[in-house]
């Protein structure tokens, strides 16, 4: 199983950008997607989760300017992220839980960071 993550870039403030994060392999089901981000130094932060039932969840830093989906159909995940500012600057990570096709217990997955850098 692999996760593909993908989207990152430079953008000026104000600009958007839209993640993307695959999962590949035998997979049969998958229960929530996230995605975090880390500043170098700091800890890793859950920014966004989303249920395979739909429901959402969003740090208050980013609420009413990122959206998190899914195609469950490609097994991917998506962050929008509007209005961008220069502190969403950091590596963006996405994690999926999800059972492997003939496993018994669900896991934690983890895609490559993809960078995202707000700046002028």
């Known amino acids: 199983v692999q996760l593909q993550a993908s989207g990152g870039g430079l953008v000026q403030p104000g600009g958007s950008l839209r993640l993307s994060c695959a999962a590949s392999?035998?997979?049969?089901?998958?229960?929530?997607m996230e995605w975090h981000r880390q500043v170098p130094g700091k800890q890793r932060e859950l920014v966004a989760y989303?249920?395979?039932?739909?429901?959402?969840y969003y740090v208050d830093s980013v609420k009413g300017r990122f959206t998190i989906s899914r195609d469950n159909a490609k097994n991917t995940v998506y962050l929008q992220m509007n209005g961008l500012k220069p502190e969403d600057t950091a590596d963006y990570y996405c994690?999926?839980?999800?059972?492997?096709?003939?496993?018994?217990?669900?896991?934690?997955?983890w895609g490559q960071g993809t960078q995202v850098t707000v700046s002028s």
């Open positions: 994690k999926a839980r999800l059972l492997r096709s003939g496993g018994s217990q669900y896991f934690d997955y």
């Open positions: 989303i249920l395979s039932g739909g429901s959402t």
């Open positions: 392999g035998s997979i049969f089901s998958i229960n929530y």
